[in-house]
């Protein structure tokens, strides 16, 4: 007897002393390793947001600071002063590398800030559309139908021009739309959530709607919303500089990609990296979003996982 106590106990020592497997983001991060070019999106992603956090410690000159004298020097000038002007200046003789480090505030800020609120509404609404169902459920995908009948672009741009163009506008003008995704995927994502036995226990045991609502139904549509966060931001920043291009962006002297995007144009002939380094840097951002949010969208939906091993 105390031959089989000492081997159970043996047992769960050897048991106990078994190394643990990875942990889920251990597994993520490896993923992550083996797929270039999301590890690029990140690399990338993460040099432009401490751009937009700390832009004055990677700006070398101030953006604002005009010198009409040494106006459309071309990349690599150096003025009498022996400031170097890696990226050139532009019209008005400002760096144009300062000017595209702290643009990057400005496309980061509308992007995160109309993902927030656009997913806020989206999330929101597509939850309520989903669990009550009936009459609300009708009413919000009209609402839904309705919106998608009006075209983005033309949206936003008279929603910018009658309240005027600021950075607050900007963000409402792309959000006001966007929300739409949101709860068309959230819905349908709810409308399947709601049927399993758990949300049918947790209401048999009384718990309040709130509370379903809150603890059961929504940890289970994070996932979708997540994915289309991320993929949806690279969409945001490119609207917010198609706007500062059209001139219903944010108002200048701020630099933005898109503002010095559409004042480029203007001498594309004779100076050519006004509107190639910004473009550039916009094209690379939106890339790195995509890449990323590609990876994402394998490691938090099970199904393409499976359709990916």
């Not at 106990?9 to 597994?27: C, D, I, K, S």
Request: net charge neutral; hydrophobic share 50%.
């Amino acid at each position: 007897m105390a031959q089989e106590q000492h081997a159970t106990v043996g047992e769960f020592a050897e048991a106990a002393e078994e190394p643990r497997g990875p942990t889920n983001f251990q597994l993520a991060v490896r993923d992550l390793k083996r797929r270039p070019p999301a590890l690029f999106g990140l690399i990338f992603l993460v040099i432009v947001l401490l751009w937009a956090l700390v832009p004055w410690l990677f700006s070398p000159l101030d953006p604002y600071d005009q010198n009409l004298r040494i106006f459309l020097k071309p990349p690599g000038f150096v003025d009498p002063a022996g400031n170097f002007y890696l990226l050139g200046t532009d019209q008005q003789g400002r760096d144009m590398l300062s000017r595209i480090i702290w643009g990057a505030r400005i496309s980061l800020i509308v992007g995160f800030a109309a993902v927030v609120v656009s997913g806020f509404i989206g999330i929101t609404l597509g939850i309520v559309a989903g669990y009550f169902g009936g009459v609300i459920d009708a009413i919000i995908s009209r609402i839904i139908d309705s919106a998608l009948s009006i075209p983005f672009i033309l949206l936003a741009m008279s929603i910018v021009a009658i309240m005027g163009p600021s950075l607050r506008n900007v963000i409402l003008a792309i959000a006001i739309r966007t929300w739409i995704v949101y709860a068309r995927v959230i819905r349908g994502t709810v409308l399947s959530v709601k049927e399993v036995e758990y949300i049918t226990g947790a209401k048999a045991s009384g718990c309040s709607t709130f509370r379903v609502l809150f603890m059961h139904v929504l940890p289970n549509v994070l996932s979708p919303a997540i994915v289309i966060a991320t993929l949806y931001l690279g969409r945001m920043i490119i609207i917010e500089a198609a706007l500062s291009f059209l001139g219903v962006g944010v108002p200048p002297p701020t630099p933005t990609w898109g503002g010095m995007l559409s004042h480029g144009r203007e001498y594309i002939d004779t100076a050519w990296w006004i509107a190639f380094f910004p473009g550039m840097i916009l094209m690379l951002t939106v890339l790195s979003v995509n890449l990323l949010g590609d990876w994402l969208r394998d490691t938090l939906d099970p199904k393409m996982k499976r359709l990916t091993e």
